[in-house]
Nanobody, 123 residues
Framework: QVQLEESGGGLVQAGGSLRLSCAAS????????MAWFRQAPGKEREFVSR????????YYADSVKGRFTISRDNAKNTVYLEMNSLKPEDTAVYYC????????????????WGQGTQVTVSS
């Protein structure tokens, strides 16, 4: 089994920044990919960003490209999401997920999920 724990969410004004963390424990593998998704009230879960454990491949949704950066620290078994120039439309619960190295943007492709961390951006 794999356990994922998100942290770093909070309340921030538009234009501000937050850094989310996702710590993984259990039977993780270097073949895994990790991703961030988000879900606003009444909306479907939306892909945000993806990274392979090697860090050699990253991918971003168009809505966050140029503003968000995904990174990892393999020694700590942790993935980060640095969010800059935040907008009110970024308000959502952010979830960390893990799947095989071949997964991309569909939530159904991922095998394990964290419980989420709330990000609220005020105007």
């Amino acid at each position: 089994q794999v356990q994922l724990e998100e942290s770093g969410g909070g309340l921030v004004q538009a234009g501000g920044s937050l850094r989310l963390s996702c710590a993984a424990s259990g039977r993780t593998s270097s073949s895994n990919a990790m991703a961030w998704f988000r879900q606003a009230p009444g909306k479907e879960r939306e892909f945000v960003s993806r990274i392979t454990w090697s860090g050699t491949s990253t991918y971003y949704a168009d809505s966050v490209k140029g503003r968000f950066t995904i990174s990892r620290d393999n020694a700590k078994n942790t993935v980060y999401l640095e969010m800059n120039s935040l907008k009110p439309e970024d308000t959502a619960v952010y979830y960390c997920a893990i799947g095989s190295r071949n997964v991309w943007t569909a939530a159904a492709q991922y095998d394990y999920w964290g419980q989420g961390t709330q990000v609220t951006v005020s105007s």
